[in-house]
């Protein structure tokens, strides 16, 4: 079994920087496919940012492109989604999701975590 905890949301001001990082244990995070998604209030969850299983392959929502950058480190089982330019828009609980087959930008992931929550104030 695998489990993931998400860190580093907070309330931050518009065009602010802020870093999420997901912890992943129960296996090696190398086994998976790793995703960031997020739900903002009376919407549905979203798929953010993806990476491949060594890092080789990334995609992202075109609605962070350019802003957003994932990154793994497999070395310490952990995943990072560095976001930048933050606006009102990107507020949303955010989730880090994985699933051991490739990288598909769905929801069809198969562990997730219990999400942070990411707040721009404008």
């Known amino acids: 079994q695998v489990q993931l905890v998400e860190s580093g949301g907070g309330l931050v001001q518009a065009g602010d920087s802020l870093r999420l990082s997901c912890a992943v244990s129960?296996?090696?995070?190398?086994?998976?496919?790793m995703g960031w998604f997020r739900q903002a209030v009376g919407k549905e969850r979203e798929f953010v940012a993806g990476?491949?299983?060594?890092?080789?392959?990334?995609a992202y929502a075109d609605s962070v492109k350019g802003r957003f950058t994932i990154s793994r480190d497999n070395a310490k089982n952990t995943v990072y989604l560095q976001m930048r330019s933050l606006n009102s828009e990107d507020t949303a609980v955010y989730y880090c999701?994985?699933?051991?087959?490739?990288?598909?930008?769905?929801?069809?992931?198969?562990?997730w975590g219990q999400g942070t929550q990411v707040t721009i104030s404008s």
């Open positions: 999701a994985a699933r051991s087959g490739v990288l598909i930008t769905t929801t069809n992931y198969d562990y």
């Open positions: 990476v491949s299983r060594r890092a080789g392959r990334t």
């Open positions: 129960g296996r090696t995070s190398s086994d998976y496919t």
